[in-house]
Nanobody, 129 residues
Framework: QVQLVESGGDTVQSGGSLTLACTPS??????????IGWFRQAPGKEREGVAC????????NYADSVKGRFTITRDFAKNTVFLQMQRLTPEDTAVYYC????????????????????WGRGTQVTVSS
């Protein structure tokens, strides 16, 4: 079974930057073979897609709300997928989760959380105005 661990959440001021990390553990899950998605959930709102990455093609997709500000990357040596976030606004405040795309085919322009399995516990990002 895959376990995902998110890290890097913090409280920052509006306009600031953060980089989140998602690291699989306890399995043979490697980020060069399985896709990863980043999602977030703000209080009182549904979980929404932020960014996703297809492992074998390197295709990346982003939600419209984060395009040009967030970048999803990976480090094969560290077996970690990162979410680099810039020009943060209070609307980015949420718990951020990463999840696996076991078939490496569900990362589309919709960045939908459907079909993603094995979710991490999340990391809190708070952006103050």
């Amino acid at each position: 079974q895959v376990q995902l661990v998110e890290s890097g959440g913090d409280t920052v001021q509006s306009g600031g930057s953060l980089t989140l990390a998602c690291t699989p553990s306890g399995s043979d899950f490697t980020v060069d073979f399985y896709g990863i998605g980043w999602f977030r959930q703000a209080p009182g709102k549904e979980r929404e897609g932020v960014a996703c990455l297809r492992a074998r093609t390197g295709i990346k997709n982003y939600a419209d709300s984060v395009k040009g500000r967030f970048t999803i990357t990976r480090d094969f040596a560290k077996n970690t997928v990162f979410l680099q976030m810039q020009r943060l606004t209070p609307e980015d405040t949420a718990v951020y989760y990463c999840a696996t795309d076991l078939y490496d085919q569900y990362c589309t322009s919709a960045v939908s959380p459907e079909k993603y399995t094995y979710w991490g516990r999340g990391t809190q990002v708070t952006v103050s105005s």
